[in-house]
């Protein structure tokens, strides 16, 4: 899962920058990466996914696009007749890179909704939610955010996207007190989680899938609790562009949602419903 490097560089909180305009119905600005047809005035829009993030997004053994997100986009795309979508996967820097050349008229791989990213591109509604738990030593008795009432994570860059999922917690929270320190630069999580297992800090706010990824390197075994938390991700584009499609694609994602569409999905790439566990914490109405 790629989503540390997204949510934690400078470079990813701007990961769109200088897409062209498009133009729909409507709209007078029209991308060089868009093309609508001659019959029926159908907008093809190019959509971009990472190469290497599975399951959300990531090539398959021909090299072609598969995972949850595309399964999104296909189920948004049934829905809308004046639009079709093309799918292209590319390795993340590439991707970033095309993003910003206009090659491509949309981004999307599990990026969180961040007041950065809301000033630079337009966001839209969040289409589904990635979940954190916290890293705390085996004997803790920490298991919920409430737990670290008066206690200290261990420090996050404010650009991370785990920054702001906290921050919103304890606005939503106000009766619980925790201290976030802040860093200019992201430590690895490996030291973390070893400031957690030294004593310095009370937990680390992390995804298990992230503490799943360097556990066999610490050389000494933590808990992670059950999730605690988490946030909407969201599809990027230009804050340029009209906002027809961003509208057109927000509605259908609510109406999925709803009528539990996306809860098939999720089941089928996560084996849990994320919209239901995303209800339980409070961020899905």
Same mark, same amino acid.
């Given at each position: 899962?790629?989503?540390?490097?997204?949510?934690?560089?400078?470079?990813?909180?701007?990961?769109?920058?200088?897409?062209?305009?498009?133009?729909?119905?409507?709209?007078?600005?029209?991308?060089?990466?868009?093309? /609508?047809? #001659?019959?029926?005035?159908?907008?093809?829009?190019?959509?971009?996914?990472? $190469?290497?993030?599975?399951?959300?997004?990531?090539?398959?053994?021909?090299?072609?696009?598969?995972?949850?997100?595309?399964?999104?986009?296909?189920?948004? @795309?049934?829905?809308?007749?004046?639009?079709?979508?093309?799918?292209?996967?590319? %390795?993340?820097?590439?991707?970033?890179?095309?993003?910003?050349?206009?090659?491509?008229?949309?981004?999307?791989?599990?990026?969180?909704?961040?007041? /950065?990213?809301?000033?630079?591109?337009?966001?839209?509604?969040?289409?589904?939610?990635?979940?954190?738990?916290?890293?705390?030593?085996?004997?803790?008795?920490?298991?919920?955010?409430? %737990?670290?009432?008066?206690?200290?994570?261990?420090? !996050?860059?404010?650009?991370?996207? +785990?920054?702001?999922?906290?921050?919103?917690?304890?606005? +939503?929270?106000?009766?619980?007190?925790?201290?976030?320190?802040?860093?200019?630069?992201?430590?690895?999580?490996?030291?973390?989680?070893? =400031?957690?297992?030294?004593?310095?800090?009370?937990? *680390?706010?992390? #995804?298990?899938?992230?503490?799943?990824?360097?556990?066999?390197?610490?050389?000494?075994?933590? &808990?992670?609790?059950?999730?605690?938390?988490?946030?909407?991700? *969201?599809?990027?584009?230009?804050? %340029?562009?009209?906002? =027809?499609? &961003?509208?057109?694609? @927000?509605?259908?994602?609510?109406?999925?949602? $709803?009528?539990?569409?996306?809860?098939?999905?999720?089941?089928?790439?996560?084996?849990?419903?994320?919209?239901? !566990?995303?209800?339980?914490?409070?961020?899905?109405?």
């Amino acid at each position: 899962m790629s989503f540390y490097r997204k949510a934690v560089s400078a470079a990813a909180t701007a990961v769109i920058v200088g897409l062209g305009a498009f133009g729909m119905a409507g709209c007078t600005k029209v991308s060089d990466s868009q093309s /609508a047809s #001659s019959d029926g005035g159908v907008t093809t829009i190019n959509f971009v996914l990472e $190469s290497n993030d599975k399951p959300y997004s990531y090539a398959d053994e021909n090299g072609d696009p598969a995972g949850f997100d595309l399964d999104v986009l296909k189920a948004i @795309d049934d829905k809308l007749d004046n639009y079709t979508f093309t799918y292209q996967v590319q %390795d993340y820097d590439t991707a970033l890179v095309g993003i910003k050349q206009g090659k491509y008229d949309a981004l999307i791989g599990a990026f969180f909704e961040t007041p /950065a990213r809301a000033e630079e591109y337009q966001l839209s509604t969040p289409y589904n939610y990635y979940f954190m738990n916290l890293i705390v030593p085996e004997d803790s008795p920490i298991n919920t955010l409430e %737990d670290l009432d008066g206690k200290s994570v261990a420090p !996050i860059v404010p650009t991370d996207g +785990r920054y702001v999922a906290i921050e919103n917690w304890l606005k +939503r929270h106000p009766d619980v007190k925790i201290d976030v320190p802040t860093v200019s630069n992201q430590d690895t999580f490996q030291n973390m989680i070893n =400031s957690v297992h030294d004593g310095t800090y009370a937990a *680390v706010y992390l #995804s298990k899938d992230q503490y799943d990824g360097v556990k066999d390197a610490l050389g000494y075994s933590m &808990k992670v609790t059950d999730v605690v938390d988490g946030a909407g991700t *969201v599809i990027l584009y230009n804050k %340029d562009n009209a906002t =027809s499609l &961003k509208d057109d694609v @927000d509605a259908q994602i609510n109406a999925l949602i $709803s009528d539990g569409t996306f809860s098939d999905l999720s089941n089928k790439w996560f084996n849990q419903d994320n919209y239901e !566990i995303a209800r339980n914490l409070g961020l899905l109405s």
